[in-house]
């Protein structure tokens, strides 16, 4: 591979059909348009483990409540969660809301570069890169899932050892092979050509502008890289789940710690996967409250687990204290962060509670 790219017209001529490529192709994204580190940076964060097209939304209505550094810094947390809600991985969230902090206390609200943006939390090396190149328009290597699936295939790259020796590898290609003028062309072009031609199964090799010069093309083994991951093992959980209502309010409790901290959940018990459990008599056991009605049944996943929620709405006439949980207004509770499969039970009973409250 080393030799057939040893000479830099070739090289260029490689580059110049992956820009023509992209320029033609590329689709339309509220990110790519008006680039700034601070739109760069929200967007690459949102990016990351969500389909481009499911983040046009949050990310627009992101710009609308926050279209500045400072205005994300003054906004509480709970906001920030709130407007996070469905594209998961919180922590997320927390660091760009930390980040955010940071830039307007200690850079007085301009955006850091070189070692001071790596410092900032949730900046990693793509991140890094990402911000680099089309925030600033400066030379830089972003390497995300994409990059990294067309340059395995492009270079021929083993998976033998470490994946950051792989990395690195390709790393190490591109920072001759972007543009020195347009870096951040070339890189962008790369990410394009990952999401929608070199994709992981069936990628459309006909149609890749690399094609000629890709290591896997022309040995016919696209299918054997990058190397598969062995998948890892999912477990299912069961819980009974008590929406309690007492006049307009609702019974919760807001996580303190773990995955999903400062997230707002119904109380709930965790059910074997026997199905001799009875969810509803379960609950009334652990909560004496007054039976109303079942609610839909939900499913979700987060991480390895697959859950069922198994909600029932429950009455009380009494305002009870109970360890940790707290009595919150409906309307409130509209506006907080909610962890995914209570936010869809919220959702059901929402509804109908709003014509009383």
Known sequence: MAKRLEKNTQISLIRRRLHQ???????????????????????EIMLQQTRSEVVVAYFNRWMRLFPSIESL??????????????????QRARNIHQAAHIIV????????QGEKLKD??????????????FGWEKRAVAIDANVFRVMIRFLGIREEGSRSVAYDKAE???ETFLCAKRPWLTNEALIELGALMCITSQPFCSLCPLRLVCYA??????????????????????????????????????NKQGLFADLYQFPYIDLDNTGQENPEK????????LFLQPLRVVEHSFTQYRVTLVPFLFETKEERILHDYKWEEIERLRHLPFCSGHRQIFHQIDEELSLLF
């Not at 947390?77 to 809600?85: A, N, S, Y």
């Not at 206390?105 to 850091?112: A, L």
């Not at 379960?282 to 409250?289: A, D, N, Y």
């Open 217 to 254: 093309f022309i040995h016919d083994c696209v299918v054997d890289y990058p190397k598969k991951k062995n998948p890892k093992k999912v477990y299912f959980l069961k819980r009974a789940v008590a929406v309690v209502l007492h006049k307009n309010k609702l019974l919760v409790l807001q």
């Open 21 to 43: 490529w992209f320029l033609k192709k590329k689709r339309s994204f509220p990110w790519r348009e008006k680039k700034t580190p601070y739109r760069v940076w929200i967007s």
């Open 105 to 112: 206390e200690k850079y007085q609200g301009v955006f850091p």
């Open 172 to 174: 190490k290609f591109l």
């Open 282 to 289: 379960v609950l009334q056991k652990r909560f004496p409250f």
């Open 120 to 133: 900032l939390p949730g900046v990693g090396r793509y991140t890094y890169g990402a911000i680099t190149l």
């Open 73 to 90: 810094a003054k906004a509480p947390l709970d906001q920030i969660l709130k407007t996070w809600e469905g594209l998961g991985y919180y």
